[in-house]
């Protein structure tokens, strides 16, 4: 998962390769003129900002949460070493510089000594040698381990140097320093599964956590001492508004500046007199993916020649119209289309329910009960999806699924849960049969935390618990690799087993809709988004305060 904030659809981290506009990207669209840059006057410091999130945050020390919710908040608080520009490349943050040495076994990096924890404590190169230790200790309740495991060596050459030893060149070795510092004199000798700093973080970020009212408002208010300047806004919130439908009945009210639109919202409902002027409406092909994911620890779902026949039973280009309006593209693997790790060769599978049929009868599912359900040794093929309390699309889509499996022999049931308890309940004890969710798309090709055999245990991201020799080779193969000349076959041959495999059925890569109030300024479309600058948005006055 990315420490990116873009506005796109809230999914599971992880966080999200692209090059912007070199690999024939575009920057995010707009509809509507007012908001979009500063006004004669310049910015005016202060105001509030109200957006909704869909699902409150399981905690706020970044390393041990792997929800969207929870590092879209984080994002404002800590900061890293590096972060990405909004032509998504890696440049210094809380670094004032870095070296890349001895084809890339060698990282240096030099950090500004301005940097403030929110208590004054003056961040340094000690906090970031805990981070890493703490990173690679066993005990640590993290997802994100793995690209620390791979620095031979870890060494603080001052009070404000480090550098970075590699065994051999490792891809990803950069983007390890995008990752969070975390406070040394805070969380040393504490229990981070019962911390105080799950709830009361500290960090050194644009913004300090104000309030936290569980299910209710998180409320982040401005650092004044922040290293690269005052952010304009005084005052973000998040409002935990777990529907959609009513995300969007706050909106209308004036009681959001921002929310992200479905597709209806998006054509049919921002339109006309009460919206042309105070709103701006931008639209870009999202950094994520939505999939459904079968739990291969269930015998239903062992064989891939089923996984294989439920796939091509499920018209994705049906979900794209139906349920995104057009505004997205069936999905083809764990890559945004486009984008120079996205194979060329492979396309969205086919609506085919006639093999879909022979490759169940193949795995034995050939007769079928008398309510017109498969039959497998006494068993019927029945089984229940598991998405996210309102998100709309999400339902949508099992309901379209639903429909397409019930005319191959499949009975499939649909069940919302509220999102922490989906998270902790369910995903992290693998307590589910099948699950519509989606991933944020990584700026690196590297999957190997999701994909990876050995992050197939609780807690992992291989939640469903996939496992592949020559996958996990080639995952370990090419983040070892620099050039994407080199890495493209090796990602080329992932995605060609994934297809092969089945483990999710990949459905759609859709268009980010972000909708904000034409009271926000300095807004600057870019390859990353919108939200690369939102430091220097600022507002003018207006009802959601």
């Known amino acids: 998962m990315t420490r990116i904030a873009i506005w796109c659809l809230v999914a599971l981290m992880a966080l999200c390769g692209c090059k912007g506009q070199e690999n024939g990207e575009s920057s995010p669209k707009t509809q509507a003129s007012a908001g979009g840059g500063a006004s004669p006057a310049g910015p005016v410091p202060g105001g509030r900002l109200v957006q909704a999130t869909i699902g409150e945050p399981s905690n706020l020390i970044p390393p041990l949460a792997s929800d969207g919710p929870s590092h879209e908040v984080a994002d404002l608080l800590y900061v890293a070493p590096l972060k990405y520009d909004k032509n998504i490349e890696l440049v210094p943050s809380a670094a004032t510089s870095f070296e890349v040495l001895d084809e890339g076994r060698l990282l240096r990096f030099s950090l500004r000594e301005d940097v403030r924890w929110h208590d004054g404590v003056p961040v340094t190169a000690e906090d970031v040698e805990f981070t890493y230790k703490l990173m690679i200790d066993p005990k640590t309740p993290t997802a994100y381990a ?21 065994e051999k060149p490792f891809a990803r070795s950069l983007v390890t320093w995008a990752g969070a510092i975390l406070p040394k004199h805070a969380l040393a000798g504490e229990d981070l599964l019962k911390t105080k700093y799950i709830r009361e973080p500290l960090g050194a970020g644009p913004y300090r956590l104000k309030e936290w009212i569980p299910g209710t408002r998180l409320t982040l208010v401005a650092n004044p001492d922040y290293f690269e300047g005052r952010p304009y806004i005084d005052e973000v919130v998040y409002r935990v508004i777990p529907d959609q439908s009513t995300q969007f009945l706050e909106l209308k009210a004036g009681n959001l500046d921002m929310m992200s639109l479905s597709p209806q919202q998006y054509l049919h409902q921002t339109s006309g007199p009460a919206w042309d002027g105070k709103f701006n409406k931008y639209q870009y092909l999202a950094f994520a993916y939505t999939y459904m994911g079968y739990n291969l620890k269930n015998p239903l779902f062992a064989d891939k020649r089923v996984r294989q026949g439920l796939s091509l039973a499920i018209d994705t280009g049906e979900i794209v119209q139906g349920v995104l309006l057009g505004l997205g593209q069936p999905a083809v ?110 700026q690196d090709p590297d999957v190997y935390d999701v994909w990876h055999s050995s992050k197939a245990v609780p807690g992992g991201l291989n939640f469903i618990g996939y496992q592949n020799p ?61 939200s690369h600058n939102f430091i220097k948005w600022w507002m003018t006055p207006g009802k959601a305060q």
Not at 151 to 163: C, D, R
Not at 348 to 362: G, H, N, Q, R, T
Not at 478 to 490: A, D, I, S, W
Request: zero cysteines; hydrophobic letters at 40%; aromatic letters at 10%.
């Open 333 to 442: 693997g764990p890559y945004k289309p486009g984008t120079w790790p996205a194979s060329e060769k492979l396309k969205p599978l086919p609506f085919d329910p006639v093999k879909a049929l022979e490759l169940l009868a193949a795995a034995g599912w050939k007769d079928k009960n008398e309510q017109g359900v498969l039959v497998k040794d006494g068993h019927a093929f029945e089984f229940t999806i598991l998405t996210n309390q309102g998100n709309d699309q999400r339902v949508k889509t099992a309901t379209i699924v639903q429909n397409r499996l019930k005319g191959v022999g499949v009975s499939v049931k649909i069940r919302t849960v509220e999102w922490a308890a989906l998270i902790k309940e369910f995903i992290d004890k693998g307590n589910f049969e099948a699950i519509i969710l989606g991933w944020n798309i990584t």
């Open 146 to 166: 793995e690209d620390y495991k791979a620095i031979q060596e870890f060494k603080v050459t001052g009070p404000y140097s480090f550098e970075v030893r590699y």
């Open 470 to 530: 020559e996958l996990d080779d080639l995952l370990e193969k090419g983040r070892r690799m620099l050039k994407p000349e080199e890495r493209k076959p090796v990602y080329d041959r992932i995605q060609e087993i994934l297809r092969e495999d089945q483990p999710y059925t990949f459905l759609y890569v859709p268009m980010a809709l972000p909708l904000l109030s034409a009271r926000i300024n300095g807004v600057e479309p870019a390859p990353a988004g919108i």
